[in-house]
């Protein structure tokens, strides 16, 4: 009897083993995800930079991945801030641009990575004096398409002379195409490899092609309601004109006409007041 069982719980033991042995050749079998689609457009609908903070409460999430749209705060219905400087500003007071291959050290700061529509030989490092919402001169950076990178240059010099304000212009970061919403993102930027907003195409950011100015005062309305940055409502009354605002024939719109860009104020929808893009999507 105990001969037995003791050979049961032998047989008991060689089945578990065996079962685990196929379970890791079949682990090992199942190919990797593949790199080559873009990531789907969600929480991060803009190249913004959006981590939250420990100031910056999340969003209840939307079905489709973004926050949920909610009453601007007061403190950011006429929202007039500038960020901390991370590069020194314009020794010279003036406008300051360069133009620069993308190095090794650079790459991992930003979004690119294998599968991406453009390689990094092909953008560039940009770095541009803008003005504040402080009313002094900043020192930015960003990276484009090396087709653009010398119009960009241009245009963010008039923009610069009209002392038109910007609150931030940094690099769109790894994680920040990951990042919760919180709907107070308004980062300056232009590449960022991610889908077109909600849809699973790249977008023109993707190959440096495409510039979001100011995203909360000038955010993305679409027809179901949905407004991305999700706090920034307010700003989708474009009648009443506030700092940092981009409107028809101002200094924005002109200087980017003036390039062949388009602006995505003009898309049937989304209605896209933040974007302009060279491909006209």
């Keep these: 009897m105990a001969e037995r069982e003791a050979g049961s719980r032998v047989a008991g033991v060689v089945l578990a083993v065996a079962v685990l042995v196929v379970m890791v050749i079949v682990a090992l079998d199942d190919p990797a995800p593949s790199t080559s689609a873009p990531t789907p457009a969600g929480a991060t609908a803009t190249t913004a930079t959006t981590s939250p903070t420990a100031t910056d409460p999340v969003l209840p999430r939307r079905p489709d991945g973004f926050g949920e749209v909610l009453p601007t705060p007061p403190e950011l ?94 690099l769109a970061k790894p994680e920040d195409l990951t990042a919760l919403p919180t709907g107070r993102g308004n980062g300056t930027a232009a590449f960022a490899c991610r889908a077109a907003t909600g849809q699973t195409r790249f977008s023109a950011h993707a190959s440096g092609l495409a510039i979001d100015v100011n995203p909360f005062q000038n955010p993305l309305e679409r027809r179901d309601g949905l407004v991305v940055p999700e706090l920034a409502s ?46 006209g999507t």
Excluded: N, Q
């Excluded at 990575?113 to 919402?133: N, T």
């Design 77 to 170: 219905v006429d929202r007039r801030r500038t960020a901390p400087d991370v590069l020194p500003p314009p020794a010279s007071g003036e406008y300051e641009a360069s133009i620069a291959p993308i190095s090794a050290e650079l790459l991992p700061r930003t979004t690119w990575r294998p599968g991406c529509p453009v390689p990094p030989e092909r953008l560039r490092y940009l770095r541009m004096s803008f003005w504040g919402f402080d009313d002094r001169p900043h020192t930015g950076e960003m990276i484009v398409h090396e087709d653009v990178a010398e119009p960009v240059v241009g245009v963010f010099r008039k923009i610069f002379a009209a002392r038109f304000p910007i609150e931030a212009m940094r």
């Design 234 to 279: 307010a700003y989708t009354d474009r009648s009443w004109r506030r700092p940092g605002m981009i409107v028809e024939g101002d200094v924005v719109t002109e200087a980017f006409a003036a390039i062949g860009w388009t602006w995505g104020a003009t898309f049937s929808a989304p209605k896209d007041t933040m974007h302009f893009s060279a491909t």
